[in-house]
């Protein structure tokens, strides 16, 4: 059984909890100087204060506790510029085939050849793409994951002067994997 949710949404809900809190409890601070009922504002702000914490601590304790690279808020929103066709899933199955499959594997599982001698070993794609933006799949494609084997493949080949994939190719791999995800590609 999996949780639900995972901890990266736990952390965004509790934000936006925060958030609330935060301005509840403002609205108590002025209609408490101004001799106003304030004590509705101020339960408000302290449940939503309650909620912050509760849902940090499920996302801390129970849900799982895979430890993400943190993503940049820009990244997390960012779209695939790619069209969602089988034209563009086709590129990116043969670009994963032939640089991601030595350790993801044919079937993004995590089983690639080279799996069993990497610490961590490599994440199970299938389970983990649909958790994720698609922005921050990128920036982890782009960016590489510290502590673990994944390179950086948006970094500049001093040899070329270009980076490993391009953006448009590692697009092009993020919508084969979400139909490899889906179902529908092999």
């Not at 993400?68 to 670009?95: E, I, K, S, W």
């Not at 948006?154 to 980076?163: A, E």
């Not at 590692?170 to 994997?177: G, H, K, M, P, T």
Request: proline share 10%; glycine share 10%.
């Amino acid at each position: 059984m999996t949780f639900p949710i995972s901890r990266q949404g736990l952390e965004q809900i509790a934000i936006v909890l925060a958030v609330g809190a935060a301005v509840f409890g403002l609205f108590a601070l002025i209609r408490w100087r101004r001799d106003r009922d304030w004590q509705r504002f101020a339960q408000s702000a302290g449940f939503l204060g309650v909620l912050v914490v509760v849902s940090l601590g499920v996302g801390y304790t129970i849900a799982p506790n895979i430890p993400t690279p943190p993503v940049p808020l820009t990244a997390r929103f960012a779209q695939n510029p790619t069209p969602d066709n089988p034209a563009t899933v086709a590129a990116g199955r043969a670009l994963y085939q032939a640089n991601c499959v030595v350790c993801h594997g044919p079937r993004g599982l995590g089983d690639g050849p080279a799996a069993l001698t990497l610490n961590p070993r490599p994440f199970n794609l299938q389970v983990h793409v649909p958790q994720h933006a698609p922005g921050e799949l990128e920036y982890w494609i782009a960016s590489g994951i510290p502590f673990t084997a994944m390179p950086a493949w948006g970094v500049i080949d001093p040899d070329t002067g270009k980076p490993k994939l391009t953006e448009i190719e590692r697009w092009e791999i993020i919508r084969f994997l979400q139909a490899l995800a889906a179902g529908t590609a092999t």
